[in-house]
């Protein structure tokens, strides 16, 4: 199956500390979400905010359009699986995803959704028998971005295995889609996948969207703090964990067993089939990091999609054996990521004004059709991020007997590395691309990166600057091309 639905420091310490004290979930269920709790949701304020409304499209199985949860909430849907409807969801995945983020709260019936701000776009992905489609997923993505969505919740995904390429699934029309909501201002989230998906239980790769450049991969953790073997592993696309075992929420009403008496007017998943019932899954943990983003966004709507993630990821509790994971050592890790998802943090990483500056050069993350054109003679100044954009490529068209001169200034002595490669050079982060396609490398003086190149043949050449060290921050640098005929 091509795709699969994923269901089975002191100082910043005292920082992030939340002065407010939370309102109440005051849903009739409300017992029963403990990860909405467990996340710190809605800690940050004391009373309901009102925040600008946030689109968060949900890329799955459809939903159950009159489910009482959703009135009011759905501002648009599209069905991308031949003569099957978007208001209906046979499979229950898709509408118990927009639970988790958009359920209303405030109606005094059943559970509360994390993102009491969210407008939920629904693009049904999932076939009859449960399979979905690469072309229907990259086509709703793009939907979902030409209709305004912010984020994008992808409880979904294909293998990775950089090993055995029989396997991976990597995709670059996938890729592309991504690329193109990120530069609509999209934060893109996806779940890192589950073992029983996956060739292994557990699986050291994040499924594919997750592996991909600016998407926010998201893994699981129980309610005692461990790392359940289904999650995926990941050391660098794993980006942050949300509670993936004995989740609560909305099932199509269809699904419900009414057979039970207390079942009868309940379409809840304790209500419904067996693998709803105390449901597990990184598709489960996923949406509530959609959700923490709306909430971000509506507290922001300026903010870029980089500066999101870097909310989310930064102020993520980090979890150690102290927490209940006895897997998991100090600091990132490839088991939680940053750490455990913590809204109430983040809001006050926000206020804090720490947030690094947005790089308006994104996406620019490989060469051919990623890599960014670059006018010359001309200096800009952009940021990389180890684990969430460690490469930026821009391209150049250069002239036989030209002379190239690149120089790199990082903020961080030595975290850079500056690589000239030539026409014709596909991708740069393909572990089996030819080292006879690098053109130049750049020597060190001082705290740059110095490049002369005469060009032998013309053409589009790619400069690739890449970040080498595991900085917690984002490095900013100066990148300035010119050239002498």
């Not at 500390?17 to 029963?32: C, I, V």
């Not at 001309?378 to 954009?389: G, K, M, Q, S, V």
């Not at 089996?432 to 130049?440: F, G, K, Q």
Request: charged fraction near 20%; hydrophobic fraction near 40%.
């Amino acid at each position: 199956m091509r795709r699969s639905l994923a269901c089975a420091a002191v100082a910043l310490a005292a920082l992030l500390a939340p002065a407010a004290q939370a309102f109440d979930n005051t849903e009739p269920y409300a017992a029963k979400q403990w990860y909405l709790t467990a996340d710190k949701a809605w800690d940050y304020w004391a009373s309901a905010p009102q925040l600008k409304p946030v689109r968060v499209a949900v890329i799955d199985s459809g939903i159950d359009y009159g489910h009482p949860e959703f009135a009011g909430r759905i501002a648009a849907g599209r069905s991308f699986v031949p003569g099957s409807s978007w208001k209906e969801d046979d499979d229950g995945h898709g509408t118990f995803v927009a639970g988790e983020i958009a359920a209303d709260a405030t109606n005094g019936v059943g559970m509360a959704g994390l993102a009491f701000n969210a407008q939920l776009l629904i693009a049904k992905v999932v076939k009859p028998d449960g399979s979905v489609s690469l072309q229907g997923e990259i086509a709703a993505i793009r939907w979902a971005a030409d209709r305004g969505a912010r984020v994008i919740n992808l409880s979904l995904g294909g293998v990775r295995d950089p090993v055995d390429q029989q396997l991976d699934t990597y995709s670059p029309l996938e890729q592309e889609a991504v690329e193109y909501a990120y530069s609509k201002g999209a934060v893109v989230v996806a779940a890192v996948g589950n073992g029983p998906e996956s060739p292994a239980t557990p699986w050291s790769y994040a499924d594919y969207p997750a592996a991909l450049p600016h998407v926010i991969g998201v893994g699981a953790i129980r309610q005692d703090g461990s790392v359940p073997q289904y999650s995926n592993r990941d050391a660098a696309y794993l980006d942050v964990a949300a509670p993936g075992d004995n989740i609560f929420s909305t099932i199509p009403r269809e699904l419900v067993d009414t057979a039970r008496p207390a079942c009868a007017s309940a379409p809840y998943s304790d209500c419904g089939p067996f693998e709803f019932r105390r449901a597990i899954g990184t598709s489960f943990s996923a949406p509530q990091v959609s959700a923490a983003a709306a909430l971000i966004l509506g507290q922001d709507p300026a903010l870029r999609p980089d500066q999101v993630a870097w909310l989310l990821e930064r102020s993520a509790t980090d979890v150690t054996t102290v927490s209940g994971c006895p897997l998991c050592p100090r600091g990132r890790d490839s088991y939680t990521g940053w750490g455990r998802l913590d809204v109430a943090r983040a809001l006050t990483l926000l206020a804090s004004g720490a947030n690094p500056s947005a790089d308006r050069f994104e996406p620019n993350d490989d060469a051919g059709l990623w890599a960014r054109a670059f006018g010359r003679p001309r200096t800009i100044t952009a940021t990389l991020d180890f684990w969430d954009d460690p490469i930026d490529v821009y391209r150049v068209s250069l002239r036989k007997g030209e002379r190239l001169y690149v120089r790199l200034s990082p903020s961080v002595a030595g975290s850079a590395r500056l690589v000239l490669w030539k026409p014709g050079t596909e991708s740069i982060t393909d572990l089996r691309v030819p080292l006879a396609n690098e053109a130049a490398e750049a020597t060190s003086v001082g705290v740059q990166q110095r490049l002369a190149f005469t060009v032998p043949a013309p053409g589009a050449y790619y400069v690739e600057v890449r970040l080498v060290s595991p900085e917690r921050m984002p490095v900013t640098y100066t990148l300035a091309v010119a050239e002498t005929a």
